[in-house]
Structure formats: C-alpha cells, structure tokens
C-alpha cells in the first residue's frame, strides 16, 4: 500500500485521490492568505510599537500600541468605556433601524403608487445629491443638542439611499411575473407580498450591509457636531486636548464595533441564502 | 366552450392611436388545442391577453360559457416558467392556490380549510401523476429547464382553469427539450381534457400540438386562415413524421409570407 492509498482510507469514500488533493489545495490556500492577513497586521504593530521605543517617532503625536492598551485600560478600570460604547452603539442601531425600515415603507408607497413616485422624483434626487452634514445647525436648532439630533443625522445619512435602492429593486422586477400573478386574479397587496417583496430580499440584504456602514459614519458626524458622551465625542475631545492615545484607543474599538455589525449582517446573509438554496 | 365575435383592439399611446385587431371571430371546442400563429408584432400575444380578461375589446365580444371571461377562468404559460427562485416546487404549486384563497371568503372557517386542502392535494396528485412529485422540496435551480416547464404547466393545472392559454411557452428551450416537452405537455393537456390556445412563431410546433391552426395577417391583425389538422399519431412528435404534416406547413408558409 503507497502513500496515497493510505490517505484515501482516511476520506470519504468514492472520494478519488484528486479530489482529495484539490480539497486539500482550496484548505491550504485559505490558510496561507489568514496566516497573511494576520501577519501584516502583527507586523505593522510591531514596527509601531519597537519605533516608539526606540524613540524613532514621537509618541505624543503617533501613539503606540502599549499606549493605546494602556488607555483603554483605563477607560475600563473608570467605568467609562462601556459608558461611551453603550451611548453610541444604540445611537447607531436606533438610527439603522429607523432609517432602514423607514426607508422600506416609503419605498413600498412609492412602488404601490405611480402617481406620487413622479411627484417626489425630484424632491428624492435632490435631497440624495445634498450634503447632509449641511443640515447639522438646522438639526441641532430644531430638535436640540442631544441624542435626537445625533440620531436624526444618522437617519437622514442613510434613508435616502434606502429609497432609491429598494425602490429600484421593486420596479425591476419582471414584468411577466406580476403579469403571471394578474393572471391569476392577484391583487396589488398580493403581488407585493407574494412576489415583489421576496423578489427583492437579496437587494435589501445589500441594502443592510450599505447601512451598516453608513449608521456609524451618521452616528460619529451626529457626535462630532453636539454630542457630550459617546465615541465620537471621545475622538473629538482627545483631538482636542492633544491626548492621541485615546484618540487612537476609541478610534480603534469603533473598527472592532463596526465590523461585528457588519458581520452580524453576513451571517444574516448566510442563512437567508441557506434557506433560498443560493450558493 | 370559448367564443370570440367581432373582437376589436385600439391601443393608445403617445405617437398616436392604433389599431391592433380588427374583426377577430373564432370558436374553441371543450378539450380543443388551437395555435395562433402570424407574423411577429401583429398581436398574436394581445389576443391572449384578451381571452384572459386581463385587457378589455374595443369592439366585440369574447365569452366563455357564454359568460364573459375572468382572470379567473384562465391559466396562462409564458415563454419563462417564472418559477419564484425562493419557493420549493411544492409552494410554487401552490401559488395559484394560495392567491385564490379569497374566494372561499364566503364560507366558515372549517369549510374554508377543508377546500383548500382539497386544492393542495389535487396539486399533488398532478405532481405525482407527472413524475414531479420527488422533487417537491427541490427549489426550482435544481431542476432542468424542461422539468420546470412542466411545473410551470402543473401550476397552472393546479387552478383548474377552463381554458389555458400558453405564450410561446417552449420557445426559451433548446430543441430536444423543447419536442419533449411538447410531448409531456400534449399528453397532459390531452389526459386532463384542457382547452388551450398556444401563440407560437414556430410553424411545426403549431400543426405538430394543434387540433386546429389560426393564421392571422400582419397589422391590424384579422383571421386569414383557418386550417384543421387531421393528423392521426398520437405524440407531437410522431405526427412531424406523416406525409400531411409537410402540406399544412407549405401552406400556412405561403399564407404567412
């Protein structure tokens, strides 16, 4: 018995060896490019943290990795951190929310009814060409300098690409398949809900992962401009008093909280596309 | 069973008014197959349209069982088989089914469940008498472009209609699918005694499925023809085979050219 032989005892079997050894190779690669990945990351800390030791850069303006540690450790050991992270993590969820379910419903609207979709044609192109930072003093006046504004910021950054996107997906849906459903003696409420709604759940899906991103970009903004707590006003305080450290540390655990939200939405992902058959 | 007098059709648009069908009158017999054919663009498909109640005559009338037609009456097989991706074959089945539940609305609770249920298992038996009924849980990507087809057709079946009306509904398929296909679909058209009216461009598929061959003119489309195919094998298939067969084609080819 060679080599191969014994190997393939240990597969499946009516698994051939060159299947096996093509398994093997996508394994293998998966591995060399996360073993990469973390590499990079580990060495750039690395060359960060030896250059503020040996004094190459100055640690006042660039930081360095203990410092930053040693930050948050503090933010800990006061009772801070988990304060600032709780403010802005539920400014940005509420504001996901509102924004993404909101924008949905007014897309439905404005698919049921043709009418008031030329209507507001306009009104939606401009108001998704402005800048919506533009619209923080206004905000601030109308609802205050509080949490309302932050979160109205937040919402007005993501509902308009909200509208378009699944507005686009409704109307792009085959026009023989409602004709089908017609056919049939569907009416409009059941041809949303049979197939324009289901048609278009990989698009909202898209939808979640765009606004995923954009709520902390909203959320951040909304802090820079009037908040007194949260990470966005951490960021900005430390700006201002020169404290780099804590600059980096909440700009760095703001990566870790966006990421996991955004995978939060992967595995939502996942499951949809286990439950539809998608690959 | 199926009545159309008269029938008129005057479509309005921006570059102006025009006249899609003038004068279209024909009568379609219980358990008749009748293809359409004509030249592309005159309005083979809007004559479908009309029968399924989905768009109004502008002149006419179109009847079946001397009452005028309803969406309710008719099943319709397009080109695709527009089988929702995200629905088993099972649920597509069923989608007609689940769309018409509104009119049992009349009865109680019970009765209603009970008639829907009685839906769902003639569904079934479609499935299982066709040879779909293992694949139930499949979605429709698991499936080749013929088996779907045929779901398609069970989906419609499924409504009971009295009269199909089927929309170039092979011409998306390859050539050997497609005269299996037209196989299956004869045979099941046929076995359940459906009324059907095919729109084709396809001249043999029309003489090769049909009791009867309609060929109408160019724009504003009227009747010009119509052609009884006595052809006597029992397939699609084997009936391209007989000596006949060649002779309608000729002639529905002069009459279309």
Request: hydrophobic share 45%.
């Amino acid at each position: 018995m060679n080599n191969d032989q014994i190997k393939n005892i240990n597969n499946k079997p009516n698994q051939s060896i060159e299947y096996a050894k093509y398994l093997k190779k996508i394994r293998v690669n998966k591995v060399v490019i996360l073993s990469i990945q973390i590499g990079i990351l580990i060495s750039l800390l690395t060359i960060w943290e030896v250059a503020a030791i040996i004094g190459a850069i100055d640690t006042f303006i660039m930081s360095s990795p203990s410092r930053i540690i040693t930050q948050v450790g503090i933010l800990i050991s006061n009772g801070t951190l988990f304060y600032h992270i709780g403010i802005t993590l539920s400014e940005a969820i509420i504001g996901f929310l509102i924004a993404t379910i909101a924008g949905t419903l007014i897309a439905i609207i404005l698919w049921w009814n043709e009418t008031i979709r030329k209507i507001l044609d306009p009104y939606i192109v401009v108001l998704n060409s402005l800048p919506k930072i533009a619209l923080g003093p206004i905000l601030i006046i109308w609802i205050g300098a509080g949490t309302g504004a932050i979160i109205a910021m937040d919402i007005l950054i993501m509902i308009v690409i909200t509208i378009l996107s699944m507005l686009s997906a409704f109307t792009s849906c085959d026009e023989n398949k409602i004709l089908l459903l017609r056919s049939m003696g569907a009416n409009k409420l059941q041809i949303l809900i049979k197939l324009i709604l289901p048609n278009s759940l990989m698009e909202f899906i898209s939808v979640l992962k765009i606004n995923v991103g954009l709520t902390w970009v909203g959320t951040i903004m909304g802090e820079y401009l009037v908040s007194r707590a949260g990470l966005g006003y951490l960021i900005v305080y430390g700006g201002q008093v020169f404290k780099l450290d804590l600059v980096m540390a909440s700009t760095i655990i703001l990566c870790v909280l966006a990421a996991l939200m955004y995978f939060g939405v992967v595995i939502i992902e996942k499951i949809v596309k286990k439950q539809r058959n998608l690959h | 069973m199926l009545k159309l007098e008269n029938v008129a059709l005057n479509y309005y648009s921006k570059n102006g008014e025009t006249l899609a069908l003038e004068n279209i009158s024909f009568e379609v017999q219980q358990g008749e197959l009748i293809s359409i054919v004509g030249p592309s663009g005159c309005g083979k498909t809007t004559i479908l349209s009309l029968i399924s109640g989905l768009i109004k005559p502008s002149k006419g009338s179109i009847k079946i069982n001397n009452k005028d037609v309803s969406p309710n009456n008719s099943g319709y097989m397009f080109q695709k088989d527009h089988l929702f991706d995200w629905r088993t074959i099972e649920k597509n089945v069923y989608l007609g089914i689940e769309i018409q539940q509104q009119k049992y609305k009349k009865y109680e609770k019970e009765e209603q469940k009970r008639r829907i249920t009685e839906d769902k298992n003639h569904a079934i038996e479609l499935l299982k008498k066709y040879g779909l009924y293992e694949f139930k849980d499949k979605y429709p990507n698991q499936l080749s472009g013929g088996m779907r087809q045929r779901v398609a057709l069970i989906r419609t079946l499924a409504l009971k209609p009295e009269i199909l009306l089927l929309d170039e509904a092979f011409s998306a398929l390859d050539f050997q699918t497609r005269l299996n296909v037209c196989n299956d679909v004869h045979n099941i058209l046929k076995s359940e005694n459906k009324t059907a009216i095919m729109v084709t461009h396809d001249i043999s598929e029309a003489i090769s499925m049909s009791d009867r061959v309609i060929v109408l003119t160019s724009r504003p489309a009227k009747v010009k023809a119509i052609h009884n195919i006595e052809l006597t094998s029992k397939t699609p298939l084997s009936r391209r085979e007989e000596a006949q067969f060649n002779e309608y084609f000729n002639q529905i080819w002069e009459e279309l050219t």
